[in-house]
């Protein structure tokens, strides 16, 4: 439905921040709800954040509300998760997805259309 990128991802010590971006390929970008998702060694992918596609209602995990904030720029087709206060928990390779046919639970994997390859996320001192 949509191509996604995700580009930002790297090392980083407790405590600092990083910011993420997913360039989307697709025609129709500002209609999508739009979410990050992310997945730790041995672990399911789970929810992080989510925008809708007016960009006035955004959800979070509750891991990661107040230190997150997803925000977009339909200008740009590009989605951004800003992190600050990383956590060692918070290691994870970080995926972004479209919900193109706005149907299902925000907090499920299979809610989302397209999903980008991931960028990896490295909290360590």
């Known amino acids: 439905q949509v191509q996604l990128v995700e580009s930002g991802g790297g090392l980083v010590q407790p405590g600092g921040s990083l910011r993420l971006s997913c360039a989307a390929s697709g025609r129709t970008f500002s209609r999508y709800n739009m979410a990050w998702f992310r997945q730790a060694p041995g672990k399911e992918r789970e929810f992080v954040a989510r925008?809708?596609?007016?960009?006035?209602?955004?959800y979070y995990a509750g891991s990661v509300k107040g230190r997150f904030t997803i925000s977009r720029d339909d200008a740009k087709n590009t989605v951004y998760l800003q992190m600050n206060s990383l956590k060692f928990d918070d290691t994870a390779n970080y995926f972004c997805a479209a919900d193109v046919n706005f149907s299902g639970s925000i907090y499920y994997t299979e809610t989302y259309d397209s999903w980008g390859q991931g960028t990896q996320v490295t909290v360590s001192s």
């Open positions: 925008i809708s596609a007016s960009g006035m209602a955004t």
